[in-house]
């Protein structure tokens, strides 16, 4: 078993990428219904898996901090094991130990323990940057679309200051899709817990930090398994059961294993019909499978919260006298913001 590290603890087992507040809160992006696969760990630490791997992040003087965990056997940047040097410690601000508040024989402890996988756990891997970067789509310059649309929409200048680096994750589209599969009638506390059994029945054992043990998310092949649907009935998955493991079989039969990736390169009138066609799938999962993993920012998913916002502040028109959320009202409000993004666009030409 090892331990969850800290920049304190064992600084020179982090990275880090230039990245201020303004371009990216994890506080607000990492718990707030995009992603299921992130704890905070410790105050303003956050630990989850991404593409096979467990990783802690965290926030500290302009900069976005990482660590990942190796996995018992794990193969990765094995050549680059062999060929690079031992990185030197790398020398942090004074302030970073105020974050650790564990007593000093336990801090003395995990650096040895921690310490000891020196070799394995520094590698420099050069891909770990560009897959968080991708991962938070840090390209995008988040400052600049702030500034436009304070000058466009009265509405975001009020609160813009109160939600600073908000940005859409741009995730797997396998683990995304699946995921939101399972948020129909659903809050977001119980969806973690259910993507966590989902995980540790049918996924792979990645490592265990103190007390967790962290697990990959299911191949197509494991989620369209005979046994599947029984499982995660059992584990609580009710009806979604059903439909996670009839998509997943559907895939793989009708598409092939690499489907979803391609459909990054539809439109998105393509890409929302075929995730649509599948078991389970309705518009709003669809709409943010699109936005969240398949490169569609247009995409606009909409739940009662949006409507109630597109009805308070942009369409008050729209979907009057209705009680509940129909197909026609959810149609109405994604058409009207894809024609706002695209007047928006048009006009910073």
């Known amino acids: 078993m090892k331990h969850l590290t800290s920049l304190a603890v064992c600084p020179h087992l982090w990275r880090a990428i230039p990245c201020h507040l303004s371009e990216l809160r994890l506080d607000f992006v990492l718990p707030g219904g995009q992603s299921f696969r992130w704890r905070e760990s410790s105050p303003g630490y956050w630990t989850g898996v ?44 004074h302030t970073v130990p105020e974050l650790v508040k564990r007593d000093k024989d336990l801090i003395k402890q995990e650096k040895e323990e921690i310490c000891a996988d020196n070799d394995s756990l520094t590698t420099d891997c050069k891909k770990d940057s560009d897959i968080l970067q991708d991962y938070f789509q840090l390209h995008v310059s988040l400052g600049e679309l702030y500034n436009r649309w304070r000058e466009c929409d009265k509405n975001f200048l009020k609160v813009a200051k109160e939600f600073p680096g908000i940005r859409v994750l741009r995730q797997d589209p396998v683990e995304c899709l699946f995921s939101f599969i399972c948020t129909s009638n659903n809050h977001i506390s119980r969806i973690t817990g259910m993507i966590e059994r989902l995980c540790s029945a049918l996924g792979r054992r990645l490592c265990q930090l103190d007390l967790v043990e962290y697990y990959s998310f299911p191949t197509l092949q494991a989620l369209a398994a005979e046994d599947t649907k029984a499982k995660l009935r059992d584990l609580g998955f009710g009806y979604r059961a059903k439909f996670v493991s009839e998509s997943a079989r559907a895939i793989l ?69 209705n009680k509940t959320l129909t197909e026609r009202v959810y149609r109405d409000i994604g058409m009207n913001f894809q024609l706002m993004l695209a007047t928006f666009i048009t006009s910073f030409k």
């Open 50 to 93: 991404l593409q096979g791997r467990v990783w802690t992040v965290t926030q500290k003087d302009g900069h976005l901090w990482y660590t990942v965990y190796p996995s018992p056997g794990s193969t990765e940047c094995e050549s680059e094991k062999k060929t690079q040097k031992r990185p030197a410690k790398r020398k942090l601000p």
């Open 253 to 321: 039969q009708k598409h092939g294993p690499d489907w979803l990736e391609t459909l990054r390169l539809a439109s998105y009138e393509e890409a929302k019909s075929a995730l649509c066609s599948l078991p389970g799938v309705g518009a709003k999962v669809a709409d943010c499978v699109c936005l969240m993993a398949l490169d569609k920012p247009e995409a606009v998913p909409v739940d009662t919260h949006v409507w109630q916002i597109a009805k308070r502040d942009y369409l008050p028109q729209l979907g009057q006298g």
